[in-house]
């Protein structure tokens, strides 16, 4: 560089005597002279890879977080085969992302190389390489495709988009006469309905003596599922964090979403769950009676298609609703308590 800079300036030097000596007969133009010196370094520009070490570092960020998501239920189920257009929204990543952009309750086509809900499914990875992919890519309120009623739930919004009852042809209104055709064993909110029930909607409000209200879980819960299910890890990766699990494979609640409100522990916590469950369960079981009894439920409360009284249709639906949410009332007691209550009486 030093040496280059002097051969440049001494070429210089020598056009400019040669350019005087010529001033009286301009002649032809000269050949070009060789090239200038090279320049400074420029500014430093902005380094590619280094967002991406953000997050591809060894920080082992996303490999805790794979860990726990690896337990997970989206990650083990094996339902994302279910890959037509109907399921994929809910089943596949692919689908799920689609639905998020088109506002549709079906994909356009089946999706091939079908995922599970993995971390495309809920965070903005790559779309602009820095922290901000993190955001969640459904974190608006949601209009309930039953019902059509629209919650907001904090975080927990990006849960309820998928874990939400699907439309029932033919949920009978309460309150009014007349008969339902069940035409499928399979009638019913689908799997997965916590959404529907959690924020106290969707089920079949039969008239009775128990008021029906919601459970101060609805309300006080800070980002809703979020809390309970991806509160701070317990047993390693047996649940909380990114296996969504709020109990362990084994049954063993992680209370640790719970003790900021319930704050006479762990223990007291659990007898409190097991409280609400056995009664929720009591109730379940006096409610599948009366459907045996009452010819739409089978020994095996199976539902057996046919037509059936409003009132016997909807207490079915409340039945299915309520097992379907898989808390046995701790998401939502109070709501769960007056359905069963409710259609129980109605059934005498
Ligand atoms: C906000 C965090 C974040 C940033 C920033 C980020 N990534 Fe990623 N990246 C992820 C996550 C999460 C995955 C998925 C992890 C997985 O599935 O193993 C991923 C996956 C990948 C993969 C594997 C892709 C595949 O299809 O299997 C590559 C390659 C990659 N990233 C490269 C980059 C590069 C290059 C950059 C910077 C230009 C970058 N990433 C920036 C979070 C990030
Ligand atoms: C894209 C749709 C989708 C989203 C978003 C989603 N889930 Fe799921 N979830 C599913 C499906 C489908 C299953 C069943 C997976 C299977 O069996 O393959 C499931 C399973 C689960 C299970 C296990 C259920 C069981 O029977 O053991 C839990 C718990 C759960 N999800 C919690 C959550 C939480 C909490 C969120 C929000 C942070 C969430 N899910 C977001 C679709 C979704
Ligand atoms: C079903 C939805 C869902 C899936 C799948 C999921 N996440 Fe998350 N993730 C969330 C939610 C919701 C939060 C916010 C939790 C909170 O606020 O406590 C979160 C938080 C995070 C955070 C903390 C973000 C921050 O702002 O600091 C990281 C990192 C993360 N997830 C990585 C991943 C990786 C890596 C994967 C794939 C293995 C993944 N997530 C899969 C829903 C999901
Ligand atoms: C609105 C979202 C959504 C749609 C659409 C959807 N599912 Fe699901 N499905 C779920 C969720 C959430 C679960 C997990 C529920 C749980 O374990 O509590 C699930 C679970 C299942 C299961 C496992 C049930 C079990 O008890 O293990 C099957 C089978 C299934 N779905 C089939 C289908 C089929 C077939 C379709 C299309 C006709 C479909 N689903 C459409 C959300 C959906
Ligand atoms: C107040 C805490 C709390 C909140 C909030 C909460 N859950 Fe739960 N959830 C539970 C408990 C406790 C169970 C029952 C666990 C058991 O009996 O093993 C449960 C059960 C479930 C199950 C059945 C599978 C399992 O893990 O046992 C799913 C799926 C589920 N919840 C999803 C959700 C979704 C989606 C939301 C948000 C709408 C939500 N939960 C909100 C505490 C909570
Ligand atoms: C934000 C505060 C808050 C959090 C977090 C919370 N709870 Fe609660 N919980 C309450 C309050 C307040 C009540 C009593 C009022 C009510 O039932 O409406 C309650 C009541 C209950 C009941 C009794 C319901 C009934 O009516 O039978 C159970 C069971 C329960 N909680 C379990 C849990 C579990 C399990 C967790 C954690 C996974 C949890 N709660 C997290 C505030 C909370």
Redesign the pocket.
């Known amino acids: 560089m030093k040496l280059n800079k002097l051969f440049g300036g001494l070429l210089g030097l020598g056009l400019a005597l040669s350019l005087v000596a010529c001033q009286t007969e301009i002649g032809p133009a000269g050949p070009t002279g060789p090239a200038g010196p090279q320049g400074p370094p420029g500014a430093d520009g902005q380094n590619g890879a280094e967002n991406c070490v953000d997050c591809h570092g060894s920080n082992q960020l996303i490999t805790a977080k794979m860990f726990q998501w690896e337990n997970s239920v989206h990650a083990l189920g094996g339902h994302y085969a279910r890959n037509t257009t109907s399921c994929a929204v809910c089943h596949t990543s692919q689908g799920f992302l689609e639905r998020i952009e088109t506002g549709a309750q079906v994909t356009a086509a089946t999706i091939d190389d079908p995922l599970p809900q993995n971390c495309y499914t809920c965070h903005q990875i790559h779309s602009t390489y820095t922290q901000a992919d993190w955001a969640l890519t459904a974190s608006d309120p949601v209009t309930l495709w039953e019902g059509g009623e629209t919650r907001d739930i904090g975080k927990g919004n990006q849960c309820i988009n998928c874990h939400q009852a699907r439309i029932a042809a033919g949920l009978p209104v309460p309150g009014v006469a007349g008969t339902t055709e069940i035409t499928s064993s399979h009638w019913g909110p689908h799997h997965g309905a916590q959404g529907t029930l959690f924020t106290g909607a969707g089920g079949y409000k039969v008239a009775g003596s128990t008021a029906y209200a919601?459970?101060?879980?609805t309300t006080?819960?800070?980002d809703a599922c979020i809390?309970?299910h991806m509160?701070p890890v317990s047993g390693g990766r047996e649940s909380g964090g990114h296996t969504f699990r709020?109990a362990s494979e084994t049954g063993t609640?992680?209370?640790n979403?719970?003790?900021?409100?319930?704050t006479d522990g762990a223990n007291a916590?659990?007898d409190?769950?097991a409280?609400?469950?056995t009664?929720i369960e009591d109730l379940l079981a006096q409610l599948a009676d009366k459907l045996v009894a009452g010819g739409i439920f089978d020994a095996n409360h199976e539902l057996i298609p046919g037509t059936y009284d409003n009132v016997l249709a909807g207490a079915a639906y409340n039945y299915i609703f309520i097992e379907e949410d898989k808390s046995a009332?701790?998401h939502n007691?109070?709501y769960v308590?007056a359905l069963l209550k409710n259609s129980i009486e109605a059934l005498q």
């Open positions: 919601n459970s101060l879980h006080l819960v800070e809390t309970c509160a709020v609640l992680n209370t979403g719970c003790v900021q409100c319930h916590v659990k409190q769950v409280l609400t469950q009664e009332g701790v007691a109070k308590r």
